[in-house]
């Protein structure tokens, strides 16, 4: 058996290769495909509360605290997180429905280009929300053993996709397992 390390960002972590007799037992985990503990629950989404909808994107998310999350966060703390995004989304949406209804409205002079501004202004609105969470999990929910993103969906009603946001739980791993 030979020991591989990676990168140095997996130093500590020291896996085993298999023989060549042994091809047909378990593969060989690398750092990118380490599976989820089973005792892990399921992620949670907080889904779109509000009345408009531009590319999937909801113009709010709803502030009610999840039973599973209790005795992992405080409440004010999600709902906390929760209001520096829709406040995110109250800034930038009025701004995209308008682009939307002036580039449906000069959809067949421009034969669809003026469209464009909508697309841009909607992946703008996903990166600074995608930067927000990212910083709510560096300042707090990592600590915490989680992990907020943005997330696509099928909705549950019908075959559209829908922006969600996710909140997974981080495993934890056991640092000392028996050879």
């Not at 140095?8 to 985990?29: G, Q, R």
């Not at 997330?151 to 946001?165: G, H, L, Q």
Request: charged residues 25%; neutral net charge.
């Amino acid at each position: 058996m030979s020991v591989l390390l990676p990168n140095m960002a997996d130093f500590d972590t020291i896996y085993e290769l298999e023989e060549e007799e042994e091809e047909e037992s378990e593969p060989v985990v690398r750092s990118q495909q380490l599976p989820r503990p089973r005792d892990a629950p399921d992620p949670v989404a907080v889904r779109g509360a509000g009345h408009i909808t531009v590319f999937g994107l909801s113009n709010k998310f709803d502030t009610e605290f999840p039973s599973v999350l209790t005795g992992k966060v405080a409440p004010e703390e999600f709902k906390t997180s929760i209001s520096r995004v829709n406040a995110c989304l109250r800034k930038n949406l009025p701004v995209n429905v308008k682009w939307l209804l002036c580039g449906c409205l000069c959809c067949c002079c421009t034969l669809g280009c003026s469209l464009w501004p909508v697309v841009c202004l909607n992946k703008r609105t996903r990166r600074s929300i995608q930067k927000l969470l990212e910083w709510e999990n560096n300042r707090l929910y990592h600590k915490l053993g989680l992990h907020w993103k943005l997330s696509k969906r099928k909705c549950e009603t019908s075959n559209m996709m829908e922006y969600v946001i996710l909140i997974e739980f981080l495993p934890k791993y056991p640092i000392f397992r028996p050879d």
